[in-house]
Nanobody, 129 residues
Framework: EVQVVESGGGLVQAGGSLRLSCTAS????????IGWFRQAPGKEREGIAY????????YYEDSMMGRFTISKDNAKNTKYLQMNSLKPEETAVYYC??????????????????????WGQGTQVTVSS
């Protein structure tokens, strides 16, 4: 059974930084994609960044490039989302998700939320002004 667990949320002042962590366990091989998403109150869930676990390639939504960095530590089997210069409007629940089936569709599909079968419980990030 695949399990996804994220952590690292909290309260941060505007302009501050935060790093979220995600572990995904239970996959039968290493060919899957990790995605970071967020959902603000009253808004739809949106994608931030994606990482191919097998080759380490990273992809970002255009609006998220520059202040967000997705990475991984193989030794710890952990993926990270480094968030810098955070803004109050980025207050949201941040989710880590994993998908093996999206791999065969290619990177242009990585941002499609419905392709992710396994989701963490979400971690709250609150940015104060």
């Amino acid at each position: 059974e695949v399990q996804v667990v994220e952590s690292g949320g909290g309260l941060v002042q505007a302009g501050g930084s935060l790093r979220l962590s995600c572990t995904a366990s239970g996959f039968t091989d290493d060919d899957y994609v990790i995605g970071w998403f967020r959902q603000a109150p009253g808004k739809e869930r949106e994608g931030i960044a994606y990482l191919s676990n097998r080759d380490g390639r990273t992809y970002y939504e255009d609006s998220m490039m520059g202040r967000f960095t997705i990475s991984k530590d193989n030794a710890k089997n952990t993926k990270y989302l480094q968030m810098n210069s955070l803004k109050p409007e980025e207050t949201a629940v941040y989710y880590c998700a994993a998908s093996a089936r999206v791999v065969k569709y290619g990177s242009t599909w990585y941002g499609r939320i419905f392709m992710y079968d396994y989701w963490g419980q979400g971690t709250q990030v609150t940015v104060s002004s």
